[in-house]
């Protein structure tokens, strides 16, 4: 699922305006930049890389992006020698998703 609203809700004690001040956040004041993840993984900085997918991982898990923490979660575990798998298709899965999910959560935010 690209975003699950009740269960984000849930996390946050059902606060909605929370919710939607970290939705505006996560657009306002990035922390996460899909060319800073690219960079990283060219020049072969997996431990940084590994970094970034897990904020993201924590991004996406608070806010309900269910796909998006899974394939963050895949990514830092693979980057941080944790599983084996192939990081270029590990990374553009999660870039895609971060796109998809970036528009779901648009829309989302204008139901709040």
Do not use: C, W
């Not at 975003?3 to 956040?25: Q, S």
């Not at 941080?80 to 798998?85: D, P, R």
């Amino acid at each position: 699922m690209l975003v699950n609203k009740e269960e984000a809700l849930a996390r946050l004690d059902n606060d909605a305006e929370l919710y939607k001040d970290l939705i505006t956040m996560f657009f306002e004041d990035p922390q996460f930049l899909p060319e800073d993840l690219e960079n990283l993984i060219a020049e072969q900085k997996y431990e940084e890389g590994g970094k970034l997918s897990h904020l993201l991982k924590g991004v996406s898990g608070t806010l309900g992006a269910e796909d998006l923490f899974d394939a963050s979660k895949n990514l830092e575990d693979i980057l941080k020698g944790k599983k084996e798998g192939n990081i270029e298709e590990s990374k553009t899965l999660l870039l895609d998703l971060f796109e998809k999910t970036s528009v779901a959560l648009k829309e989302v935010l204008a139901t709040l």
